[in-house]
């Protein structure tokens, strides 16, 4: 039985690789799963070979070190096979992974599958000794047990290689699975996992720069898509017309969906979150409804998934916020109908959007959008029903990110830009992207700012309008960037989180904790012994300096703005010696007010800083937690595995369904000024 390395680039959640890996143990072979660099890994700008142009902005660099590392750990496996999963984006590292496998292991075969194989197979076979198109999950199989056999690969549904005539053998389309069901879980072993990067082999880990964290998996409980964006593969002309994909939506039954979840949960030690991956999560009513009951009874873990405007609808949030739905992501792509419409393919508009966001947002969630950019496509109209969008989007929301479009081979946008006559630069085998134009960033910077902020239209206007702003890019870049920081905080490498989110459920933990009788009478007797023991009073001191009065004179804004920002003395000049602004004084007070909202801890009355607060709340809770009645309370409390908790005091213990009441009341009933 052969042992097959399986190779994905830049990312470690290779849902399509597990589930082969799991497809070929079924079938008795051994399998590696590597991810070839981590995901946040193509910021590394000193590698060796340079690559050719990046296509993520950055340079994909992989160095000599890397590939070695890859071949000594094939070699010390004695490795079989290696299955490369292709992604358009790093199409050029897998192309030089198999040029040096070919050298180094010349007797073992590279087989390419993947997005990438299955829109482009003619070029693809080009690169390597055999391709395996669309869902591979039968064929592969097949191919490994040929393989193995030294049988012929002809006649192997999806399968394409050359013959020792060195003509290349097209065994047409691959086999739909119609019934998801039939399928393995993923492979989600770690004795077989190896991540390579930054010159080092990672083996058995999860690495901290990649999607997958220890208390993340991800799910999917469908394939398909009912869209067809023109940037996606779904709206591909290539995977619509070559046979590849199964473009129907096909899903999982709840049942099986279920299992899954649940024997992730016992195999995965301090598993809290589930990723649904499902391109668009929310369709099938019926579906949604009978899951959702059944998640919140047998799962209970929080979730996220992708959402489509037009199926954000009131039956799906009602069965899904019952059972642990966190967040959600709505691609937005752009504002303006007109690109939605025109040259984006998509059948959504912003009204759409807007109904969908304020639903979800009726429910208490926050939502998370994306945008893309850098489309020569895009006029000055649209990007300014973006920016409109963004206004008036209902608070709280994050943009993901604008990412830069990509241009992909023969796809009908890429035909569309050449037709009009645009300049695109060809970044790897099948990408082109547009060369970079200022307004592309200074756009950005203004989605950005619309969305951080608390701007009135008239507001904003000036900003837009600012020629001073739009020929020097330091100033946005920096305002942007310390907004972003005064709204979030980054929790791990990968995630940032909502600091009046964080502050929100810092709050509720202390309120918890603190109203919990053992701790109210742990309180009590440290204030009665004059112990005062968490000293917060004595900080609420006034951090910004007249932070509770209204927006102040133009220059007053201006030092404010650098006082609660730290933008260097020359991004500050921009703003201060732009005359649109200057001539609008509403652009200022409205950006100073919305500096105000991120810096401040919330209603407290009292300018504390967001960062000053939270570090007061972090340390009363580490306090609480590392106090001795607390920490018998929190272990009784684990034992349950239900939300239930212990009233203590009362001599025998009780355990009751709902915790005090206690986030209404202040947290700071630790006052140190207020001991007798
Ligand atoms: C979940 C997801 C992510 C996740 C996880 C990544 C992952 N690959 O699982 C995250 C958020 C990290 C992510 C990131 C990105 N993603 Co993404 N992502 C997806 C999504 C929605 C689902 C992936 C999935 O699990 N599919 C289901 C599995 C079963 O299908 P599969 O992976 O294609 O695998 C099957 C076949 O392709 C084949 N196969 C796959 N590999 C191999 C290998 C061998 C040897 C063989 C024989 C067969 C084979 O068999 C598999 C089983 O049937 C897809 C859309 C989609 N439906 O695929 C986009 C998609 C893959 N992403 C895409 C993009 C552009 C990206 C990013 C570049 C975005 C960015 N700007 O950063 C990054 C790149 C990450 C990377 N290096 O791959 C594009 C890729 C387009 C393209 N032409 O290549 C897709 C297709 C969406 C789109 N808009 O078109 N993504
Ligand atoms: S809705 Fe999402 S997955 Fe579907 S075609 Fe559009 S971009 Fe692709």
């Known amino acids: 039985m052969g042992k097959f390395a399986f190779i994905a680039t830049y990312d470690n959640a290779f849902n399509g690789i597990r589930i082969l890996s799991s497809c070929l143990k079924n079938a008795g072979h051994e399998t590696l799963m590597i991810t070839f660099k981590n995901q946040f890994d193509y910021t590394i700008s000193d590698a060796e070979p340079g690559l050719p142009d990046p296509v993520m902005g950055t340079p994909t660099g992989v160095t000599q070190r890397e590939l070695d590392l890859l071949v000594e750990l094939l070699v010390e496996h004695k490795v079989d096979y290696v299955g490369l999963s292709v992604v358009t984006h790093f199409c050029q590292v897998a192309q030089l992974v198999t040029k040096h496998l070919r050298k180094a292991l010349p007797q073992v075969p590279v087989i390419w599958g993947g997005i990438d194989t299955t829109m482009f197979p003619k070029r693809a076979i080009e690169q390597t000794d055999i391709i395996a198109i669309g869902e591979c999950e039968l064929s592969l199989v097949?191919?490994?047990?040929?393989?193995?056999?030294?049988?012929?690969?002809?006649?192997?549904?999806?399968?394409?290689?050359?013959?020792?005539?060195g003509e290349i053998v097209r065994n047409g389309r691959p086999k739909t699975l119609k019934n998801l069901d039939e399928l393995p879980?993923?492979?989600?072993?770690?004795?077989?996992?190896?991540?390579?990067?930054?010159?080092?082999?990672?083996?058995?880990?999860?690495?901290?720069?990649?999607?997958?964290?220890?208390?993340?998996?991800?799910?999917?409980?469908?394939?398909?898509?009912?869209f067809a964006c023109a940037y996606c593969f779904h709206g591909s002309h290539a995977v619509r017309n070559n046979e590849g994909f199964d473009e129907s939506v096909r899903r999982r039954s709840v049942d099986n969906v279920i299992a899954e979840l649940k024997y992730l949960r016992e195999t995965t030690p301090g598993l809290t979150y589930i990723s649904f991956f499902d391109e668009v999560f929310t369709l099938m009513p019926k579906w949604i409804v009978e899951f959702s009951e059944r998640y919140s009874k047998e799962i209970g873990l929080d979730f996220s998934y992708y959402t489509y405007p037009k199926t954000t609808k009131k039956v799906y949030l009602d069965a899904l916020i019952k059972c642990g739905m966190q967040d959600v992501v709505m691609g937005v792509q752009t504002g303006s109908d007109k690109l939605n419409r025109d040259i984006y393919n998509r059948t959504?508009?912003?009204k759409n959007v807007l109904d969908a966001a304020e639903l979800i947002n009726s429910y208490g969630i926050e939502y998370h959008i994306d945008l893309l950019g850098e489309c020569p496509l895009e006029q000055e109209e649209d990007y300014r029903e973006t920016v409109d969008l963004m206004l008036r989007l209902p608070r709280p929301f994050n943009i993901i990110g604008v990412y830069k479009l990509h241009f992909y081979r023969d796809y009908h946008l890429t035909l569309e830009a050449q037709k009009q006559g645009h300049e695109l630069t060809q970044v790897n085998e099948n990408t082109w992207v547009a060369p970079s134009r200022p307004e592309y960033k200074f756009w950005e910077n203004m989605f950005y700012l619309a969305a951080l902020g608390r701007f009135t239209s008239q507001g904003i206007e000036p900003f837009m309008n600012c020629g001073v702003l739009r020929e020097n890019q330091q100033a946005l870049d920096e305002l942007v960037v310390a907004m972003q920081r005064l709204q979030y905080i980054i929790v791990e490498s990968v995630e940032k989180k909502r600091k009046d989110r964080y502050i929100a459920e810092m709050e509720g933990d202390l309120a918890k904790i603190c109203g919990v009788l053992p701790v109210r009478l742990w309180?009590?007797?440290?204030?009665?012994?004059?112990?005062?023991?968490?000293?917060?009073?004595?900080?609420?001191?006034?951090?910004?300096?007249?932070?509770?009065?209204?927006?102040?004179?133009?220059?007053?804004?201006?030092?404010?703005?650098?006082?609660?920002?730290?933008?260097?003395?020359?991004?500050l000049s921009f703003f201060a010696?732009?005359?649109?602004?200057?001539?609008?004084?509403?652009?200022?007070?409205?950006?100073?007010?919305?500096?105000?909202?991120?810096?401040?801890?919330?209603?407290?009355?009292?300018?504390?800083?967001?960062?000053?607060?939270?570090?007061?709340?972090?340390?009363?809770?580490?306090?609480?937690?590392?106090?001795?009645?607390?920490?018998?309370?929190?272990?009784?409390?684990?034992?349950?595995?239900?939300?239930?908790?212990?009233?203590?005091?009362?001599?025998?213990?009780?355990?009751?369904?709902?915790?005090?009441?206690?986030?209404?009341?202040?947290t700071r009933m630790y006052d140190d000024t207020n001991r007798p």
């Open 142 to 165: 097949e191919l490994v047990a040929a393989l193995d056999a030294g049988r012929s690969l002809e006649g192997i549904e999806g399968v394409w290689f050359r013959n020792a005539n």
């Open 185 to 226: 879980f993923p492979d989600w072993s770690w004795d077989n996992y190896y991540a390579i990067s930054r010159n080092t082999l990672y083996p058995n880990i999860i690495t901290s720069d990649g999607f997958i964290t220890p208390w993340r998996r991800v799910v999917m409980t469908s394939r398909g898509c009912p």
């Open 348 to 350: 959504t508009s912003k």
């Open 523 to 571: 309180v009590g007797l440290k204030n009665a012994l004059h112990g005062g023991w968490i000293d917060t009073a004595s900080r609420l001191q006034d951090a910004v300096p007249g932070a509770d009065q209204p927006a102040g004179s133009f220059d007053s804004n201006i030092k404010q703005v650098q006082e609660m920002t730290g933008i260097s003395d020359q991004a």
């Open 577 to 666: 010696n732009s005359k649109t602004l200057r001539d609008n004084p509403v652009a200022l007070e409205d950006l100073v007010l919305s500096l105000r909202a991120l810096y401040c801890a919330p209603g407290s009355g009292e300018a504390i800083t967001k960062d000053e607060y939270i570090r007061l709340l972090e340390t009363n809770i580490a306090k609480l937690r590392g106090s001795r009645p607390v920490k018998w309370y929190i272990d009784q409390r684990s034992r349950k595995t239900d939300d239930k908790w212990l009233v203590g005091g009362t001599g025998k213990g009780e355990w009751i369904e709902d915790l005090p009441d206690m986030a209404a009341q202040p």
